[in-house]
């Protein structure tokens, strides 16, 4: 079973990635929505909460664990994986988009957008810093040596996403003034650091223009996961394969039902738990 866990319904664009290319897999959600928004904790909460979270998941069964959360990922994936040291595996969304971006960008000119938490933590770009020379390969002659990286937090799109605000014109407006330094800075790759933006990216792709490339975190994280298991094959078998899934959800069931059916793209139901 692959555990999958976000501060609500966000994660649920992960999982339909995973569920898209692993139909097979057992999968078990938890939306910790009586927490939610992890955008806006201090780092020691947010450790303290993933740990929480993992603690259940493993206790369930799950062998492998991912962090669907952008804000977690960012700010409380090393800290997990260092006190589980791989037993279960635990892996976030930030390395796979980074990845992705490093090997899309031509001219080597990287924005990211994310919640505050995330912006704050600057994790998006030590990531990028770690794996540039690896992974970036100018595409062409005016491409710069090294990789520009623009970062800006968009506080108000998880709460009007939430609010099934997805084509109003108060979306449209806050989406072009966010997106207007990246665009300024002639960004040719935007990362889309949080779980809740892919159900934007049409307006997104709109705004940015046929000369960027937008990147999922969700989809990069997906995608990524064939290569670690060929690294892996242990943990491939050790993950259970008859298309179950399970939902849970640390507070209201109505409105993560509501909301993580607009999220999935097919209903779900969840369980209220305590954990
Ligand atoms: N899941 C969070 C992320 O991807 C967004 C929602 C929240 O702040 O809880 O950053």
């Excluded at 999958?4 to 897999?25: A, H, N, Q, R, W």
């Excluded at 090393?78 to 971006?101: C, D, F, M, S, W």
């Excluded at 064939?226 to 690294?231: C, N």
């Excluded at 793209?265 to 305590?274: A, S, T």
Aim: charged residues 30%.
């Amino acid at each position: 079973m692959i555990g999958i866990f976000d501060s609500g319904f966000g994660g649920l664009t992960v999982m339909k990635e995973y569920l898209k290319k692993y139909p097979d897999f057992d999968y078990m959600y938890l939306g910790d929505q009586a927490n939610m928004p992890y955008g806006s904790h201090s780092k020691e909460r947010l450790n303290k909460l993933v740990v929480q979270n993992i603690e259940f998941l493993v206790k369930k069964g799950c062998k492998m664990i991912i962090v669907a959360c952008n804000t977690a990922s960012a700010d409380a994936l090393r800290h997990v994986q260092q006190i589980y040291k791989g037993n279960p595996t635990i892996l976030g969304v930030l390395v796979p988009a980074v990845e992705n971006a490093l090997d899309k960008t031509r001219f080597g000119n990287i924005g990211v957008i994310g919640t505050r938490g995330t912006i704050n933590s600057n994790a998006y770009e030590r990531e990028i810093r770690k794996y540039e020379k690896d992974l970036y390969k100018p595409k062409d002659k005016r491409a710069n040596k090294e990789v520009k990286f623009y970062q800006q937090s968009c506080p108000l799109l998880v709460p009007l996403t939430e609010e099934g605000m997805i084509k109003s014109t108060v979306t449209r407006m806050m989406l072009k003034k966010y997106l207007r330094p990246l665009k300024n800075a002639h960004i040719d790759t935007l990362i889309l650091g949080c779980t809740h933006y892919p159900l934007l990216q049409k307006e997104i792709d709109r705004i940015m223009g046929k000369n960027c490339k937008v990147i999922s975190s969700a989809m990069s994280a997906a995608d990524a996961i064939g290569d670690y298991f060929e690294r892996h094959p242990d943990v491939l078998k050790s993950i259970s394969k008859n298309s179950k899934r399970i939902y849970y959800t640390t507070d209201c069931p109505e409105r993560f039902e509501d909301l993580g059916s607009r999220f999935l793209g097919e209903r779900v139901e969840g369980e209220k738990v305590e954990i």
